[in-house]
């Protein structure tokens, strides 16, 4: 039996120097679908991907376009958006790169609710940016409307900021299971998950206005669906200690307790690598499991072990 191993790409892995526009994005789809085609021979793999940039331009064309007829779509709904636009990249640039090679596989894209409990203690506190920059006095139009929250984003506008809860299931991962088992490469849990908390009474399904993160949705993928190695593919090639510093070190080969006592000191910046080493520490800590970071060109090499930071108990 092939290992089964899930590969986290940033959502900035799809959009370069700012090139947003869907056929740019579909040419580097296209690099990651020849990569992942390659590799198939030797895992079961699991895709799940970032969507920052694309869910971004999602909010600025709905809340562009509102009307009284046709209203903007919720930013859960948005998320949804992005994952079929995403998926249909990825499959089409997987399913292209195994013709390529005179091969017939199937690849899956699946529309995933990842369940997060509403009184997460992020609600409280939304610091997640979303969507386009606004003056102040926009701003808080805006957020008195729209009933959002809104803060001022780094000198560079005001922006709305929501909740990013920690992921507590995925909702379709049988169905993730049962297609990887059967050989399928499967695309899930995209740009963190819809975001989805069950009521008390019922315990139906609600969707709820936050973005969870990538990495972490992608670590609780990689446990559920009882993968060995969870990669979390990024922009540089390792995790470094003094990142664009004197005396830049990158981490090769280390533990999830050495890597967690960096966390203390500042090497990792929120919003940066920090979700990243956290979501492989907690996925590394398991017997068996292995956490890699690393980028797409030194993939192939840091499943074999010869590259990237690589992380395991």
Known sequence: MKPRIVLALGGNALQKKGENTAEAQKKVANSVGAIIAKLASKYEIIVAHGNGPQVGNILIHEEQAATINAPAMPLETA???????IGYWLTQAINNAFL????????????????????????????????QFYSSTEAKSLAKKNHWVVKEDAGRGWRRVVASPKPIDIVEKKAIIDLASSGIIVIAAGGGGIPVYRTKVLKRLKGIDAVIDKDYAAAKLADLTKSTVFVSVTAVP???????????????????KEISSLIK???FKPGSMLPKVEASIA????????????????????LQGKAGTIITK
Do not use: C, R, W
């Open 79 to 85: 998320v949804a958006m992005s994952q079929g636009q």
């Open 100 to 131: 390529k090679l005179g091969k017939n596989q199937k690849v899956a894209t699946i529309i995933s609710q990842v369940v997060v409990d509403k009184n997460d203690p992020a609600f409280k506190n939304p610091t997640k940016p979303i969507g």
């Open 238 to 256: 390792n995790v470094f200690i003094n990142f664009k510093l004197p005396g830049q070190t990158p981490i090769h080969h280390t533990t999830p």
């Open 265 to 267: 000191y500042g090497y």
């Open 283 to 302: 996925f590394a800590k398991k017997p068996g499991h292995t956490s890699i970071i690393t980028d797409i060109d030194h993939l192939t090499e840091a």
